[in-house]
């Protein structure tokens, strides 16, 4: 396969070549998994996604033009699953599983395409929005941040000439190629790109899963994007988000319901999936607070995603809830997810091996560091902390409370009433980078 020349394409390019979102499979294959559930189990819920900028020090809506956005955002509503795409979607094999999707499911996928959207500019921030049916919103949350952050790259380097251009991508390929040395250096390790939402850019992201692909051979385990897993013939990884149980929750009619919102949403996703996807994502409404009231027959799940709470310490607690529950955590799976820099793979790898299995779902640091690769000091193409949460499920409002303070989402007063019932401990606010 011949390598673009990044630079170059970057200083040349035009709509025709590069739109931002080129494809509806441009997402992590966890959204595609979640939306067949809620296509089969909850068609009438509505559910509106909202952007938050969490680096509230940058002004979004000063650095990336209004008019540029709309026409990025109105392309991504033209875009349809192609037949090709259709067609491995429906054939290939994903976590050992062939026709993960059900035929149903493919059909009414072949006519998808992304709702309307809001959007206006408040106090230098964008206010975005997508509301309606949950079965239609839910396909929004990763192109429109993958829309946001490459804007901004974009931005960032428009003043660049082709030359600094080459220097940028010169070192930022240096850099990557950097870690992806250390990370050879470690047996067994298994790394996988989970860097879509956040990316610098699509090629960039494209060249750093070609390179890890070369750079670590077998240890590097796919990609949660779903069509550079099928342009490069990788693994699709992913399996469920906070989105789950923040619609569930919201939709309690009970303190009780409340409560067992996340167990619910765990029940239906064993009616879809099994074995390697039986992965638990503990910590929406804080990881104590999961693991104190968990079921036992969530003992016998593949795995754990702990999130939000430092890796070692996260991953710390849920192998003593195994031990607890009479389960041997080296036939357990952990998956850290949450923030990764190369130091701290490196350090939570030697922590935990030989206690149980582990995976690593490179985002951010991977697919988006550029700092202190530009010639001229700019702090444009530092990564920030954007993401794209569910605000209201059916008119009612959502939360995330999160293991960490400074990541919770959702209206005060109901963030106040959710830590009334799931509790605060085990709660520790850090800095929340990217």
């Not at 441009?26 to 952007?51: E, H, N, R």
């Not at 408040?122 to 049916?133: C, I, K, T």
Request: aromatic share 12%.
């Amino acid at each position: 396969m011949a390598k673009t020349d990044i630079a170059r394409r970057v200083y040349n390019h035009t709509w025709k070549l590069d739109p931002i979102v080129r494809s509806l499979l441009d997402t992590d294959f966890y959204k595609l998994l979640m939306l067949q559930m809620i296509w089969g189990m909850y068609p009438k819920v509505d559910a509106t996604f909202s952007l938050i900028n969490r680096t509230t020090s940058v002004r979004l809506a000063n650095e990336i033009d209004e008019g540029e956005l709309r026409e990025q955002l109105d392309h991504a509503r033209t875009l349809r699953f192609s037949k090709k795409e259709m067609i491995w979607l429906g054939g290939n094999t994903f976590y050992g599983r062939k026709q993960i999707f059900e035929p149903e499911f493919l059909a009414w996928l072949e006519d998808f395409r992304l709702p309307e959207y809001e959007l206006s500019r408040r106090d230098g921030q964008f206010e975005l929005s997508f509301a309606g049916p949950w079965m239609y919103t839910t396909l929004w949350e990763i192109p429109a941040l993958a829309i946001i952050n490459e804007l901004r790259s974009r931005a960032a380097m428009r003043s660049f000439g082709p030359f600094a251009l080459d220097v940028l991508y010169a070192r930022a390929k240096a850099k990557m190629w950097a870690k992806t040395e250390r990370l050879k250096a470690l047996p067994g390790i298994r790394i996988s790109d989970f860097g879509t939402r956040r990316r610098h850019s699509f090629l960039w992201q494209r060249w750093c899963v070609e390179a890890l692909k070369e750079g670590i051979g077998d240890a590097f385990t796919g990609t949660s994007n779903v069509l550079l897993a099928m342009d490069n013939d990788l693994e699709a990884l992913g399996t469920n988000a906070h989105e789950l149980p923040m619609v569930f929750a919201a939709l309690a009619n009970s303190e009780d319901e409340l409560r067992q919102s996340p167990y619910k949403v765990l029940q239906d996703w064993q009616r879809y999936y099994g074995g390697n996807l039986l992965i638990v994502l503990p910590d929406t409404f804080g990881t104590a607070a999961f693991l104190r009231d968990a079921p036992d027959w969530i003992a016998d799940w593949t795995g754990f995603r702990p999130d939000s709470a430092p890796p070692i310490e996260g991953g710390e607690k849920v192998l003593s809830w195994w031990r607890e529950k009479g389960r041997d955590p080296k036939q357990k799976l952990l998956i850290f997810s949450d923030g990764l820099e190369v130091e701290t793979i490196e350090e939570t790898y030697k922590h935990f091996r030989g206690k149980v299995r582990m995976s690593f779902g490179w985002g951010t640091n991977l697919t988006n560091d550029f700092e202190g690769c530009a010639p001229t000091e700019t702090k444009s193409l530092d990564a920030i902390s954007l993401v794209c949460k569910v605000s209201e499920a059916n008119g009612r409002p959502a939360v995330k409370l999160s293991d960490n303070p400074a990541k919770a989402t959702g209206d005060e007063k109901e963030i106040k009433r959710y830590l009334r019932i799931f509790g605060e401990k085990g709660r520790v606010e850090q800095l929340v980078k990217v």
